[in-house]
């Protein structure tokens, strides 16, 4: 008996004992330690590659180096927008950066030794770049985890190996860069290299997408919920999930509806894995079911990305060439800032309008997109031109309510032969305009680089430009309130085609006249009986 | 004064608790619809739904509480007295005649009454309720496989709802006021808290006791 209950003690005492410690026994694939952790990163240190341990003095140098191992990393970019700067739309229009034109710096053609600063080759500086050439292939623009890697605006992309002076002769002196040192520690893409570019469309930090500026490169929860730096820290590859160098949510080809279900492990998908459902499927709303209800309607960014420009850094929201030129009492050209520091205008670009916080415009959208390339007429009218233009309507059953950020500007056109004009902008020669400030000067070189007829007159039409809204996603917290949209000038009050419980406009103006009626009637027959039962009962008194 | 009691304690809890409901999802809906704001879209939407779903479930009960007493038969309308009961409020109510009917637990309302109470209860009601859920289930309804239910735009859901929500304002204005108007302006009211109506002094002209009824 004794040695029995000595042994039932012993077995509840052993059980607790295993209970208590077995949160305490490491898990095959917990945290480890500073050194495993880097270890367990890649299975391979750069550092210790012969080819990388070399001095390089050009970035094919080091693209070479590469390929040595990476030998197909060249013809998996070659297939890239990112390469290619050029995307045939499902309507057959020839798109991409070296096709369309935009209304910030409006075209790269004969700007190409600036503006291809951010093409991830080297050597684009007009039409005789080799687009077949493997070396010119940069992978450090993308996979260099130093942050020193930099390509100077107007060498076409090339780097700086050996300190010079650019532009020669201007007395500013290019510090150089380390290249074996960057190529021995390349790794993945972040949202800094992506950043180096992306940030910086348009030509400075936030200027064309206002979702995107350098305040993402290191954001808090509230400006980004899944990019938080020091909580889920996506980086962009997080959501542009990329095989074979394909980097997949272009806008070019924007997914403007899914209704597929949230991706899992194991299952093929040929769908774009940018989306938002593509992680949280149909239904996310756990707590509060009803806003599932709005899923088919409105696309998620409309209500939580409640405004763009959120982080600090300003997006221009209007640019209007036509006033470029002015010199100031000094004779040199005019720079103007506003209160806050900001740029609104300079002799070289004309004025700008910035916005910071802005909410944004909202329209259908079916994931179509129409632009107005170089070869369309251009008529010059109250409507502003519409560089492109989202379609999409309440009942085509592809289209969803997407938060869009409106560009306005004004731009140079020639109003004989009414097409939008290509600027030779950049560039240290007589024909540049942010050098000679002259018009037609400008436009009869970039007119002449497309192979256009240039009237040699230059006019100015209003154009505008839509650019869709899909990052600096907010805590839940902070999304868009009901109230906002239903509502009377609600955000979505210039939605059409559906109809939005609050918003005054979709009333039938006849019920509320006659409801009101009805029950202001019925209200005061109530009174006028009710007079006369006093009146009579005081009269009986 | 000797009392009758008419109004049983289910009965009281329903019309009251459907009055505090109906008062209150008036009040919401309103602001759902725009018309004003009080509470917030959110908190007013959340509200009405909630709200209705209670209502919805007392009406359930009701129902049943209808039907198993057979209390349903003092909706039963009739003509017998009307003329008799619409002269008292146009005419008599102001000379002081006395009203040509009187409740009993058998026949509680006036022939006015049963025609307006049933209208709320087949009419205005199951078109409320009906138009409300559709609003709801918006979204199940879209997807249905019946055309006509799949086509229904929410505009016309919409409007049907505002439309039976207008009408139940009303009635509510109309109701109140008439509360008012028996032998003491509380009188009815007081019936309808404690079950207990006063019995009048004077008795009704013979020809047009208790209507339906007995």
Not at chain 1, 270 to 281: E, R
Not at chain 1, 500 to 526: M, Q
Not at chain 2, 86 to 105: D, E, K, L, W
């Amino acid at each position: 008996m004794r040695t029995g209950r000595f042994m039932v003690a012993l077995m509840v005492a052993l059980m607790v004992a295993l209970m208590v410690s077995m949160p305490l026994i490491p898990a095959a694939h917990s945290a480890p330690d500073e050194d495993s952790a880097k270890l367990l990163k890649s299975t391979s240190d750069h550092t210790k590659f012969k080819v990388l341990q070399q001095e390089f003095n050009s970035g094919p140098e080091v693209t070479k180096a590469c390929l040595s191992c990476h030998t197909e990393a060249s013809k998996q970019l070659h297939k890239t927008e990112h390469w290619k700067w050029e995307y045939k739309s499902p309507d057959g229009q020839l798109l991409g950066k070296k096709n369309v034109i935009n209304n910030f710096c409006t075209s790269i053609r004969t700007n190409e030794a600036a503006c291809n600063v951010c093409h991830i080759g080297y050597g684009w500086k007009d039409d005789t770049f080799d687009f077949t050439s493997e070396v010119n292939v940069d992978c450090l623009v993308c996979h260099d985890t130093t942050g020193n890697y930099r390509k100077q605006a107007g060498m076409a992309g090339n780097v700086v190996t050996k300190a010079m002076e650019f532009p020669p002769g201007s007395g500013t002196m290019i510090k150089p860069i380390n290249l074996k040192k960057i190529a021995q520690a390349v790794g993945k893409t972040s949202r800094d290299t992506c950043g180096a570019c992306h940030f910086y469309g348009g030509g400075g930090d936030g200027v064309k997408h206002g979702d995107m500026d350098s305040s993402l490169a290191s954001p808090e929860k509230e400006l980004d919920v899944h990019m938080d730096a020091l909580g889920l820290n996506f980086g962009c590859a997080t959501c542009h999930m990329t095989e074979g160098h394909q980097v997949p949510g272009s806008r070019y080809a924007p997914t403007a509806q899914d209704k597929g279900d949230a991706h899992i492990r194991g299952k093929e998908y040929t769908t774009n894995p940018t989306t938002c459902q593509s992680c949280h499927g149909q239904a996310p709303h756990k707590k509060i079911a009803k806003l599932n209800d709005h899923t088919d309607k409105v696309a998620c960014q409309t209500c939580h990305i409640p405004k763009f420009a959120r982080g600090g850094v300003a997006t221009k929201m209007s640019w209007d060439w036509s006033t470029g030129g002015r010199m100031g009492p000094d004779g040199k050209p005019l720079i103007i800032k506003d209160a806050k520091g900001h740029i609104i205008y300079t002799a070289a670009k004309g004025d700008f309008v910035l916005g910071e916080n802005v909410v944004p415009d909202y329209q259908w959208f079916n994931g179509k997109v129409g632009y107005t390339l170089l070869s369309d007429k251009v008529e010059k009218s109250e409507q502003p031109t519409r560089i492109n233009h989202f379609d999409g309507s309440a009942d085509d059953g592809k289209s969803l309510i997407w938060p869009v950020k409106i560009m306005r500007g004004k731009q140079a056109f020639d109003p004989v032969n009414k097409r939008l004009a290509v600027v030779h902008t950049a560039g240290n020669d007589d024909t540049g305009y942010w050098t000679n400030f002259n018009w037609e000067k400008a436009v009869a070189v970039g007119m002449a680089s497309i192979g256009a007829p240039f009237s040699g007159k230059v006019d100015f039409v209003s154009t505008e430009s839509t650019w869709p809204i899909t990052h600096m996603v907010a805590p839940a917290k902070d999304s868009v309130r009901c109230h906002e949209c239903h509502a009377a000038q609600g955000r979505l009050e210039k939605v059409p085609g559906i109809y939005i419980p609050g918003r005054a406009s979709d009333h039938a103006g006849w019920l509320d006249t006659a409801g009101w009626a009805l029950a202001v009637l019925t209200l005061l027959g109530t009174l006028v009986h009710g007079l006369g039962r006093v009146i009579v009962s005081m009269r009986k008194k | 004064m000797p009392r009758m009691y008419i109004f049983k304690r289910f009965e009281r809890f329903w019309h009251w608790a459907q009055a505090g409901l109906i008062i209150f999802m008036l009040l919401t809906g309103f602001e759902i619809h725009g018309s004003y704001a009080l509470f917030g879209w959110e908190k007013a939407a959340n509200l009405h739904t909630s709200a209705a779903w209670t209502l919805i479930g007392l009406w359930l009960f009701a129902i049943f509480w209808h039907f198993t007493t057979g209390e349903w038969r003092q909706y039963i309308p009739t003509t017998r007295n009307i003329v008799a009961v619409m002269n008292y409020y146009s005419v008599g109510i102001f000379t002081g005649a006395p009203h040509p009917f009187r409740a009993t637990q058998l026949s509680k309302h006036n022939p006015l009454q049963r025609l307006a109470y049933l209208m709320v209860k087949l009419f205005i009601n199951p078109l409320i309720w009906v138009s409300g859920l559709a609003c709801l289930y918006y979204n199940e309804l879209a997807a249905s496989k019946i055309a006509v239910l799949a086509g229904l735009p929410l505009s016309t859901i919409a409007l049907v709802h505002t439309a039976a929500a207008f009408m139940m304002l009303a009635f509510l204005i109309g109701h109140l006021y008439l509360s008012t108007t028996g032998h003491t302006p509380l009188a009815h009211i007081k019936a309808m808290i404690t079950g207990w109506e006063d019995a009048q002094e004077s008795e009704p002209a013979a020809a047009v006791v208790n209507a339906g009824g007995r």
